[in-house]
């Protein structure tokens, strides 16, 4: 296992206009797109009304049951570490590590200030919510999602998009942090239609009042070619969880995966949880852990994350250069 530190990552990307479709690489490579945006701050737009009204993000329609597996790189083990935290005993209820239903998560930690909703303007122009999670990183201004967040099933980029860290009843404690470019992998979008086991994005977000998202709220640590775990966390916030309103997870086992994706559990989550933080080492005390994926595919008993193998990793390191 390599624990790489969040300085000298390398980077490899391929910037496109901010109106441009995606074009076919020469080859495989992390994808870079400035994000379009209609506001000078995040508070231009976003308002509360405004993101109260979003719509919630489903899963890209016409997946096909029989997608064809990627083949899942063997590569080496790399984390990277999250934000240090103070470890002492804390006085949350603990959380169920059996729950297949949806709950509110309760049981307090870093996780409570990291995860958050990702906000944009789709490529049809009405907006949407999604989900997402800080992630440490030498800049401190990354955040992790899902590619589907980023484009529609026509090919158009979204625009508008933000994170709100630790939202809770339509409050922003922390401010909202405006998108300033976001990256998915190239093979994510091909033949005109998503390809599942790629699902995955990174968002570079600009500072509020002078400070990074990280020496904000802090961040999630993340690993990459992991191996299979034994307990799944995965958190959200769905619209049939408290109307989206709070964060909700649910934990359990893996399950045999589809879709040609890699990791699955039981869960109930629906539209607004894509994105959501994937965990399969969760440190009860301190409410950090170590991503492993994000929510991208759910039918209607299990939900499915991609793998943040080679190419995820080459895609965060882009994002740390960006």
């Known amino acids: 296992m390599r624990t790489f ?30 994000v379009a945006s209609t506001l000078r701050a995040a508070d231009d737009y976003w308002s509360a009304e405004r993101m109260q009204a979003a719509e919630p993000l489903a899963a890209p329609e016409g997946t ?20 240090p935290t103070i470890t002492t005993k804390r006085y949350f209820p603990p959380y169920s590590t059996k729950a297949a239903k949806q709950a509110t998560w309760k049981s307090g930690g870093l996780i409570t200030k990291t995860a958050g909703k990702v906000f944009g303007t789709g490529g049809n122009g009405k907006d949407f919510v999604a989900s997402g999670n800080v992630v440490n990183s030498k800049d401190g201004d990354v955040v992790v999602t899902v590619a589907h967040a980023m484009m529609d099933g026509e090919g158009r980029w979204s625009k508008n998009l933000v994170f709100v860290p630790a939202y809770k009843n339509g409050a922003a404690p ?10 998915m992998w190239s093979g994510y979008y091909k033949d005109g239609a998503h390809v599942p086991p790629l699902d995955f994005g990174m968002l570079v977000v600009k500072p509020v009042k002078g ?36 964060l909700q997870y649910c934990s359990g086992a893996s399950v045999s995966p589809s879709y040609g994706m890699k990791w699955a559990m039981k869960c109930d989550m629906g539209g607004g949880s894509s994105g959501g933080p994937w965990f399969h080492a969760f440190n009860k005390t301190t409410g950090t852990g170590y991503q492993i ?6 039918n209607t008993t299990t939900s499915y994350g991609a793998y943040f193998g080679p190419e995820a990793l080459k895609t965060f390191q882009a994002a740390v250069a960006a």
């Open 5 to 34: 530190a969040v300085t000298g990552l390398t980077t490899l990307l391929l910037g496109l206009s901010a109106h441009a479709a995606v074009a076919e690489p020469a080859k495989d490579a992390p994808v870079e797109h400035k």
């Open 64 to 83: 096909p049951a029989d997608a064809p597996r990627t083949p899942f790189a063997a590569g080496e083990p790399v984390d990277i570490d999250p934000t």
């Open 174 to 183: 922390y401010g909202k942090f405006a998108a300033r470019t976001m990256f």
């Open 211 to 246: 400070k990074s998202i990280v020496k904000t709220v802090g961040g999630q640590g993340l690993r990459f070619n992991s191996a299979a775990g034994t307990s799944n966390l995965l958190l959200g916030y769905p619209s049939n969880g408290n109307g989206g309103k709070t």
């Open 293 to 298: 994926s994000a929510h991208a595919l759910r």
